[in-house]
Structures are given as C-alpha cells and as structure tokens.
C-alpha cells in the first residue's frame, strides 16, 4: 500500500497544502477577502475611540442653535408685519368711527356747509379730533360715548 | 417606518445623535475601512482617510436627504475622501495619483500589513497601472462584487460607461499579467 502511494503520478501545484486552508476559509465566508491587507491587531477597537474623539458634538449643537436663531429672526419679521397690518386696520376703524362720528354729530346743514367749501375728508374728521387725547379716543370708542352724547349740552 | 430611517433621525437628534454615531462607527467601520484601503494601498493612509470619513458624516448627516441607502451614501462620501486624499498628497510630491499609488505598491513586499502572496501583488501593481477611476470600478466589480446599478449610484456615472470602463479595465490587466 506504502509503496502505491509512493508511486503515484499525481502531483499537486506548489505552496498548494500552504494555501489551501487559507483559499478554502475565504471560500466559506470564514476570512474576508481584503486581497492579502491586514491591519494592525486590534486596530478596529482603537480606531473607533479616535473616531469618536475627533468628533465635535458641540459643533453639531451649535448650528442647530443657528438654525434656532434664523427661525426665531423669521417669526419675528412676521410678528412685526403683522402688528403693522393689523395697526393699519384699527386706522381704518377709527377713521370709520371718526366719520360715524361726523355724521351723527353734525346737522344736515353743517355738513352741506362743509361740502360747499369742499373741504370734507377723512383727514379733515380726523383733524377735528386732533385735540382729544389718545386715551380719551378709545375710551370713547369702548364706552360709545363722546362729548355730545353724554347730554352735557343738554344739562347746560 | 423602517429601521434605518428611524436610525437617521436618531442621528440627526441632538438627544441621541451620540450614542446613534458610536452605533454608525461601530457597524460600519470594517466596511469602509476595507473599500478605503483598497484604494489608497497603504495602512496609515486608508487609517487617516476612514477616520475623515467618519467625521465628514457626522458634520453632513443632517443635509443627507436619504435619496439613497445610507451605506451608499457613506461608501461615496469614503470614495471621495480617497480619491482627495490621493490628489492632495500626489501634488504636494509632485507626482501624479497613478504614479503615487504605483510606488505604494511597490512597497507592499515589505509592508508589515500586507501578507499577499506573488499572484496577489502582481494583480495590485496591474490593477495599479489603470487610471484612478477606473481602478476603482474594477475594485467594486471584481473584488466587491457589486451591480453596476450600485456602482452607478455611489460613482453617479451611467451604467454603459461602468461597463465601457470596466471591460477596458479587464483587458489592461489581462495584458500586464501575461507580459
């Protein structure tokens, strides 16, 4: 038997019984195939905690805070718009109020008068309440009541 | 939702981004490390370009728009910080990126890190020989295995031109190794 085995033709390729361990692990998933690179032992666990140092959290919060900073500027320019349009309507209203006003308050003959010297407008409504104070005006405006309707004429 | 979006958004909280980017580093770090170190050859080099790597995904994370996988998205950020790597060394010696990566092949003989046998460095100088786009097509086809479709989505070429330069990629080495 010895001696069959010692005749046999067969012959297998150089370095084959070195590298077929290796060539089969890889065949079975066993070694990755990274084509003959290894890295230095334990490299993957000291890599991932210089990874992490380099990492700046601070950083990342602080261009969220930038983004917190940029919508708060946002809501801010609308807040302000709309105070505007909002003051722009209570003008109105007042100007409404002002001639609602004008008109109760005005004989039909005052008010031909004014219409004769071309002179009625919103301004001029506005103007002739020019000397009542700020505060008195929505006062008036809350409790409907002016000068005229408060019967002081009257009692005089 | 599924798992990776929900792993995205952990990302991009500032509550659990922590402990959500040592989970990233720690799943996807033998990945990258090897596409990279296929690339750059060398130990130190491919050790420098994955920990940039990581850091331009943490400093990017909240602009990913998750128009692709996350994986893709990372292999492309790692392609590019290799590819920069090479340009930006190769100009400060003043020589070319084929010419740079071609000596650091010629040192993988003596490279403490390399334990390849003859066949394995003669297919690396030849895979060095290609111009550097085309190494890494061939490197994602042949030793990754990867689709063109995936190849298509990290390099952003088309199909046809992956196939084009993969083919000529082949012939080029089949020519080397049987000089």
Do not use: C
Not at chain 2, 24 to 51: G, T
Request: aromatic content about 14%; glycine content about 2%.
């Amino acid at each position: 038997m010895n001696d069959l085995l010692k005749k046999t033709p067969f012959k297998v390729p150089k370095k084959y019984f070195e590298l077929f361990e290796k060539m089969f692990l890889r065949k079975i998933g066993l070694i990755r195939n990274n084509d003959g690179f290894i890295t230095p032992v334990n490299y993957f666990n000291t890599v991932e905690t210089e990874i992490l140092s380099k990492v700046n959290y601070s950083s990342f919060d602080n261009s969220l805070r930038n983004y917190v900073l940029s919508f708060s500027a946002i809501v801010a320019t609308i807040a302000i718009l709309i105070f505007f349009e909002e003051n722009k309507l209570k003008k109105l209203e007042l100007e409404e109020f002002f001639l609602d006003q004008y008109l109760s308050n005005n004989s039909a003959y005052e008010i031909a008068d004014d219409f004769d010297s071309n002179i009625l407008s919103y301004d001029l409504v506005i103007d002739s309440y020019n000397s009542i104070s700020p505060e008195d005006i929505f006062e008036i405006k809350i409790f409907s009541e002016n000068p005229y309707n408060l019967n002081i004429h009257e009692n005089e | 939702m599924n798992t990776e979006n929900q792993f995205i958004n952990a990302l991009k909280n500032p509550d659990t981004q922590d402990l959500a980017f040592r989970k990233l580093v720690s799943d996807y770090k033998e990945r990258l490390y090897w596409q990279i170190r296929k690339i750059v050859i060398n130990h130190d080099d491919a050790d420098d370009v994955l920990q940039n790597t990581f850091v331009k995904v943490f400093e990017n994370i909240k602009k990913f728009k998750r128009n692709s996988s996350m994986y893709t998205w990372m292999y492309r950020i790692a392609t590019n910080e290799s590819l920069n790597f090479i340009n930006k060394k190769s100009k400060q010696m003043g020589i070319s990126g084929e010419k740079f990566i071609l000596d650091k092949i010629n040192l993988l003989e003596t490279d403490p890190y390399f334990e390849g046998d003859i066949i394995e460095i003669k297919l690396h100088k030849a895979i060095a020989n290609l111009p550097l786009k085309q190494r890494i097509i061939f490197n994602m086809r042949y030793f990754d295995k990867m689709k063109y479709e995936k190849i298509s989505e990290i390099l952003q070429t088309s199909v046809g031109g992956l196939k084009a330069s993969y083919h000529h990629a082949k012939n080029k080495i089949k020519t080397i190794l049987n000089e």
